[in-house]
């Protein structure tokens, strides 16, 4: 299972996706964007998960070492009884054929993962409250089942040339054969800034 494939399932818990920039802003989403991401407190959002239960920590198990069959993945994830999050950078690139189309790519823990919608660039810079949806998605990852779905809302700010994240969501339930299994959620506000 190709990696963007198993972090896209658990990107209901990450994915603070994208920007937006105005006609007044240096930023004009012509050539690639790159923003890091910070919470309200202006730190790297950072999450421990699957770390409450044995189940939990089997799953953790489980999901590093399917990213870890990825001869891309370097360096290896480590096989610990949890999964450390890191929203890093948010990046948006033009779409080689429609230019008005913008893709967004999340650096999560030192991968980047692309998000599997575009966004308006026109949309963008003017500034518009931007949400994306990220629809309900079930993976299977060795005995468990994993469905997610989560949300970001973000604009531009254009006096700051900066993200502004409204509200970034995610949500994982995961179920196995041995137990009835259990919920993840993160949730956070923050801003992108332009690097």
């Known amino acids: 299972m190709p990696i963007s494939r198993i972090f896209c399932s658990l ?86 054929k429609n230019p008005a189309k913008l893709d967004v790519t999340v650096n999560l823990s030192g991968y980047d993962v692309e998000i599997e919608k575009t966004v308006s660039r026109s949309a963008l810079l003017a500034g518009e409250l931007i949400t994306l949806e990220f629809p309900k998605g079930e993976k299977s990852v060795s005995l468990f089942s994993i469905n997610g779905n989560g949300h970001v809302k973000f604009r531009f700010d254009k006096k700051s040339s900066e993200l502004v994240i409204e509200d970034a969501y995610g949500k994982m339930a995961y179920e196995t054969p041995l137990d009835p299994g259990g919920t993840e959620t993160i949730r956070f506000k923050g801003r992108g800034l332009p690097l």
């Open 11 to 96: 990107s209901v818990f990450i994915f603070v996706a994208s920007a937006a920039a105005a006609p007044a802003s240096k930023l004009s989403f012509e050539k690639p964007e790159v923003f890091k991401i910070v919470d309200s407190r202006g730190r790297t959002p950072k999450f421990r998960v699957l770390d409450d239960s044995p189940s939990e920590q089997a799953l953790a198990v489980a999901i590093a070492s399917t990213i870890n069959q990825e001869a891309s993945v370097q360096p290896k994830l480590p096989m610990s009884g949890y999964l450390d999050l890191e929203i890093r950078k948010m990046s948006f690139a033009p779409v080689a």
